[in-house]
């Protein structure tokens, strides 16, 4: 009974500090923004310039995801109700400290991120920015099995998002598929 009493406490605390799924939502964003990070696609462009990440998650609404889970030919097939927790989402959150601990990334500030979603010739420490990156606060499926975060990014007048499928094995989430479309 005294057992079962010191568990309830541990998941009334776990609740109300919402420890337990701050790291949760971290260890989604840390592993999504390490596989962008070394994404073929877009390590390729601009190499040796900056990507500069926005310091918070973004929300999304869903006029802005609406079709996204439609693309029947798509190889990363991302259930429609992920989307829809993804939409439930209206906090945002902390990402500065899961940036990759690579030298061609820098947090964004405020100033920056508006400065270059436009085109842009100047330099940060010598160096072009090649992208804004922003990540969205997981859509997490009610059973905490299965979660979406979209990237978007932009280089000059394009852009482009990244759509991430994870999936929870033990304690760990891994990346299941992900997709990338380019806006030109």
């Excluded at 059973?143 to 280089?155: G, L, T």
């Amino acid at each position: 009974m005294r057992s079962l009493h010191l568990t309830s406490i541990s998941l009334l605390l776990l609740s109300v500090c919402g420890c337990g799924a701050q790291e949760e939502r971290d260890a989604m964003l840390k592993a999504v923004l390490d596989d962008f990070s070394r994404h073929e696609e877009i390590s390729e462009f601009g190499k040796g310039d900056l990507l500069l990440l926005s310091a918070r998650t973004h929300t999304w609404k869903e006029e802005q995801l609406r079709g996204m889970g439609t693309d029947k030919q798509s190889a990363c097939q991302i259930p429609e109700n992920l989307y829809r927790r993804l939409t439930e989402v209206t906090e945002t959150h902390s990402v500065a400290h899961l940036m990759p601990q690579r030298n061609d990334w820098r947090v964004a500030t405020k100033a920056q991120e508006e400065k270059y979603s436009n085109i842009s010739k100047d330099k940060i420490d010598g160096r072009h920015v090649k992208s804004v990156v922003s990540v969205s606060a997981p859509g997490v499926s009610s059973d905490r099995e299965e979660a979406v975060v979209v990237v978007s990014f932009s280089w000059g007048m394009h852009g482009g998002l990244g759509r991430y499928h994870l999936e929870k094995q033990g304690r760990d989430w891994r990346i299941k598929c992900s997709q990338f479309n380019f806006y030109v």
